[in-house]
């Protein structure tokens, strides 16, 4: 029975890598709207390259997110295939990933607010919409990617 469970790991696993590679491709990225909003509405070139450069560490941040709870369901789906995993092994897991995601949150909202304290009143005004649904479209489609990826 171990042999089967093994290579149901490793299955999953291939599968879980085949689909993270996907998680870097950047066609069709939500943000691509907001890189243009800041293009368009941003006058000063140095703080609108300041602003790409808080976009992109927001997307870094949340390309990590996703890895991360891709991993953490890869570990789960371990934890529940082997008949051994205590209620302690469950327990460490998701203290792990409650941590990781607390940190994830505070990260990517102190680079909203730095990116926000960029703009002028002004141009926060026309990006605010822009930028939420962007980085909220982002987010989700990693999300569910990541997801998609475990239950191959």
């Known amino acids: 029975m171990r042999n089967a469970n093994t290579n149901i790991l490793v299955l999953l696993t291939a599968a879980l890598l085949l689909s993270a590679c996907s998680l870097l491709d950047r066609s069709g990225n939500p943000l ?3 890189r243009e909003a800041i293009a368009e509405t941003v006058v000063d070139e140095a703080r609108a390259q300041a602003m790409l ?3 992109e560490r927001s997307d870094q941040l949340m ?6 709870l891709a991993d953490g369901a890869e570990e789960q789906l371990a934890l529940f295939v082997d008949y051994d ?3 302690e092994a469950f327990q460490a897991l998701y203290d792990k990933t409650s ?3 607390r940190k994830f949150q505070q990260d ?4 909203h607010i730095n990116f926000k304290n960029m703009a002028t009143a ?3 005004a026309s990006l605010a919409g822009v930028h939420s649904r ?3 479209a982002r987010a989700e489609a990693l999300t569910r990617s990541a997801l998609s990826a475990v239950k191959s």
Request: charged share 20%.
């Open 32 to 34: 691509d709207a907001l």
């Open 53 to 55: 450069a808080s976009l």
């Open 63 to 68: 390309l990590q997110s996703a890895k991360a």
């Open 85 to 87: 995993s205590t209620p």
């Open 99 to 101: 941590g990781a995601r």
């Open 108 to 111: 990517l909202l102190q680079e």
């Open 122 to 124: 002004e141009e926060w």
């Open 134 to 136: 962007a980085v909220n």
